[in-house]
């Protein structure tokens, strides 16, 4: 089917259009030319081979005359039918019922319509097939003078027979001369429609290939012009829109580099004096419980925001990383069955979690990265599911996936696709939550950097069957450092 | 679209194909008709004898006496050997001869055969013979043509006057 359909684009290609098209140009022009000047060639020669015959017969006549007897008896025709026999040709000669052949073994050569005319007084000639070969028949009678100037039949019919196999011959030559011609110029127009092709061919197809690497985001991607047709001014087009192309890209990729820069800068400027701020609020924390009504509340809200605060800078600073494409995997052979548990008991969610980890699956991956999302995940299920919360492992030869469920509301069709935006609230009502809004940014960008050849690690979100959100994690077995890459 | 423009290009080209292999070598013709046919001098007196139904011309040798009367002595003679080996007769009677070729006037046509036969009971054949040989006679000596009637006057009244029926 697709080979058909390929089939069917190359025949409908340009090349072959053009091909065609000339071809049948040059055949239809070969054709019309060698046929108009064949059929001329032919009547031609037909006309002077019957013209000669008809004078050469006539003038071997009128050394018959003077006739002086008649009726003729067989003997005078045969004789009369000798002497008009020759090389080229044989007579036959017809009296009433008497009839003499000079020559040749052909019986009755001579059609009933021919001596018809010629007995109706007129000299007649017709080209026959006899015994397969092209013949020419002329016939006439021997009239005789009157004094008053017209003349009486006698009688007497002589027919010549004339062989046309040298006219069939210079015909049949140039009917090949025709077709030699028609068939060299059909390779000629074929090789000409084959170097025009090529000739647009290649422009169209390096524009082709050009606009494919431009989609492919090589925006450095020009064109060479040649000449001055029509696809030149296509090549030139070409490259000033991938100049402006480059340019506007450049110019947004800097504006984006920029804000991303400002914002890992105020990240880290936030992180010295956040550091102070935590220490004192270690030491307001302590004392909290010591202070009266609203200070010991107002103490408390502090640690807490400043805790939270903390925790949005460290989110941003990952984020930063992630961007500026500075983000390293640290890989080891991990135990992921284990190392999910670890992550579940150190958070104190081990009696919670409903688990279903298979042991012994060992994948070769960032252990700590492991630990951000699947904390990510569980605890947001935790945040804005219900319970119960699933994990569930699986593994083949390529892959490990990793599906965190749980029973709550499942997700909006319509947040679905912002899940891993960046600071994306779900609830617009609620503008507070507890997180950062950056955790599942975070974690998607950590499944993303997982890759073997052409295996990327991916995060997905979707719901369950059952209701209720499920996130899907899934990471190549083996992930080679391909550094820092987004 | 282009599955049928390519079936219309194959039909013309074999359209064009099939007209070139069919008018290809020296192909059967009907019948061409020229000119009248070659004509040229008789040397004798011409006679008009009967075969198969019809008038036919023959030539006798050349008589010391061109005129019509000769001639009409020729045809009363009869045919001669070798013409009636090849079929040919002659309704005209014997008793033709002897005979008297005059130029006529009038009512009675351009020449008047003059014999001692009986002119009414001749065949249609014998007169015709009888009028084709005196024209044909007398065109060597005069001026008679393929118009030129005769008239046959014998023992029981005139026959005619008639032109020569063979042009």
């Known amino acids: 089917m697709t080979q058909w359909r390929r089939v069917g684009a190359w025949v409908s290609g340009l090349r072959v259009r053009l091909v065609l098209a000339f071809a049948l140009l040059g055949v239809i022009t070969t054709v019309a030319v060698a046929s108009g000047s064949y059929f ?28 002086a007897q008649l009726p003729p ?65 002329i016939g006439t009678q021997l009239a005789l003078d009157r004094p008053d100037g017209t003349s009486r039949p006698s009688g007497v019919e002589v027919y010549s027979v004339r062989n046309l196999v040298p006219e069939q011959q210079s015909i049949d030559q140039l009917a090949t001369r025709a077709w030699l011609t028609g068939g060299l110029s059909l390779v000629l127009a074929v090789l000409l429609a084959l170097l025009s092709a090529r000739g647009v061919l290649r422009p169209v197809r390096d524009l082709g290939r050009a606009a494919r690497r431009l989609g492919e985001g090589d925006l450095s991607t020009r064109l060479t012009v040649r000449g001055a047709d029509e696809l030149a001014d296509v090549a030139r087009t070409f490259n000033d829109t991938a100049g402006t192309l480059e340019r506007q890209v450049g110019e947004l990729r800097r504006l984006e580099s920029d804000a991303r820069r400002f914002v890992a800068d105020v990240s880290h400027e936030l992180r010295t004096p956040l550091a102070a701020m935590t220490a004192v609020t270690d030491v307001l924390d302590e004392e909290a419980e010591h202070l009266p009504g609203d200070a010991g509340r107002a103490a408390r809200l502090v640690s807490q925001e400043t805790q939270n605060l903390t925790q949005l800078v460290n989110d941003l600073i ?52 492991l630990d951000v999302i699947v904390a990510n995940l569980v605890g947001n299920a935790f945040r804005h599911g219900a319970e119960p919360v699933s994990v569930r492992l699986r593994a083949d030869p390529d892959w490990v996936t990793i599906e965190v469920a749980d029973r709550g509301p499942g997700l909006d069709p319509q947040v679905l696709p912002h899940v891993f935006d960046r600071l994306y609230k779900a609830d617009t009502a609620r503008t507070r939550s507890e997180g950062s809004g950056l955790g599942l940014a975070i974690s998607w960008e950590n499944a993303r950097l997982h890759r073997h050849g052409e295996r990327r690690g991916s995060l997905v979100a979707g719901n369950g069957t059952h209701g209720g959100a499920v996130f899907t994690l899934r990471l190549p077995r083996e992930t080679a450092d391909t550094g820092g890459a987004p | 679209m282009t599955g049928r423009r390519t079936g219309r290009a194959l039909l013309a080209s074999g359209l064009l194909l099939t007209l070139l292999a069919t008018g290809c070598g020296v192909r059967p013709s009907a019948v061409i008709t020229g000119r009248p046919p070659i004509s040229g001098p008789a040397q004798g007196t011409w006679v008009y004898l009967v075969a198969q139904g019809e008038l036919v011309l023959v030539l006798r040798p050349v008589n010391a006496d061109p005129s019509p009367a000769a001639a009409l002595s020729l045809l009363a003679a009869g045919p001669q050997e070798n013409e009636r ?66 008239a046959i006057v014998g023992s029981d009244g005139a026959r005619g006057p008639r032109a020569c029926p063979i042009r």
């Open chain 1, 40 to 67: 001329q060639a032919r009547n031609v020669i037909l006309q002077q081979a019957q013209d000669a015959a008809v004078m050469s017969l006539t003038d071997q006549l009128t050394k018959v005359y003077p006739i």
């Open chain 1, 73 to 137: 008896n067989q003997d005078d025709l045969e004789l009369l039918a000798q002497r008009l026999s020759d090389r080229e040709s044989f007579a036959v000669v017809v009296y009433r019922d008497m009839r003499a052949q000079g020559g040749s073994e052909i019986t009755d050569p001579l059609t009933p319509e021919l001596r018809q005319k010629v007995r109706d007084g007129r000299i007649a000639w017709q080209r026959v097939s006899l015994a397969g070969q092209p013949a020419l028949l």
């Open chain 1, 318 to 369: 990952e984020i930063s990383r992630f961007d500026s494409g500075t983000a390293r995997l640290a890989l080891d052979d991990v135990d992921v069955a284990a190392a999910v548990t670890a992550t579940l008991r150190i958070r104190g969610w081990l009696e919670r979690v409903r688990t279903e980890l298979p042991p012994g699956v060992v994948a070769r991956l960032d252990p700590r990265r």
């Open chain 2, 85 to 150: 080996a090849q079929g040919f007769t002659s309704d005209v009677p014997a008793g033709l001869d002897p005979v008297t070729v005059t130029a006529g006037a009038g009512r009675s046509g351009d020449l008047t055969v003059r014999a001692n036969i009986a002119a009414q009971a001749l065949s249609a054949h014998a007169a015709d013979q009888i009028i084709c040989t005196t024209v044909a006679a007398a065109a060597q000596v005069s001026a008679a043509n393929t118009a030129t009637t005769v």
